[in-house]
């Protein structure tokens, strides 16, 4: 969809796939703390995983610029954009979600939110998005008859 080249594809797919991976790995242990005394650990787990987070950001909105750019049908090039900002808008309500117990939500409460918030970002970002990828996908097909 994008039109990298094959190098390029496996360099992001290894480069973006690791930043992932490392923004699970460092964020989960801050998931374990939820009471009040251990909280500020929390806050630097969050801290954390929000750097390889902000390079997935960037690769995304910035990184892939020149390569969205390239599209040369204006449709497709408009749905590959806008499933850049929405895969980004639907990856930040990850991140809110992990700050439920150190705004104030305790107890089951806050184990109650934390789920129903991660399913909601799920499903944002896993139906949502796809929904457009399906989109940008057929808009290329159908271009390429």
Request: some cysteine; charged content about 15%; glycine content about 8%.
């Amino acid at each position: 969809v994008m039109k990298l080249s094959a190098e390029e594809t496996t360099s992001k797919a290894i480069t973006l796939g690791t930043a992932s991976a490392a923004m699970i790995i460092i964020g989960y242990p801050g998931e374990l703390l939820r009471s009040d005394d251990n909280l500020n650990s929390r806050w630097l787990w969050w801290a954390g995983a929000m750097v390889p987070f902000a390079y997935i950001v960037q690769t995304l909105l910035v990184g892939l610029k020149d390569a969205t750019e390239a599209e040369t049908d204006p449709r497709v090039r408009g749905l590959i954009k806008m499933t850049q900002i929405w895969t980004v808008l639907s990856w930040c309500t990850y991140p809110v979600v992990y700050l439920f117990p150190m705004l104030g939500i305790t107890g089951n409460d806050a184990t109650v939110a934390i789920q129903l918030g991660y399913s909601v970002s799920d499903i944002i970002s896993k139906c949502g998005v796809g929904l457009l990828i399906y989109q940008v996908t057929m808009a290329k097909s159908s271009a390429e008859k």
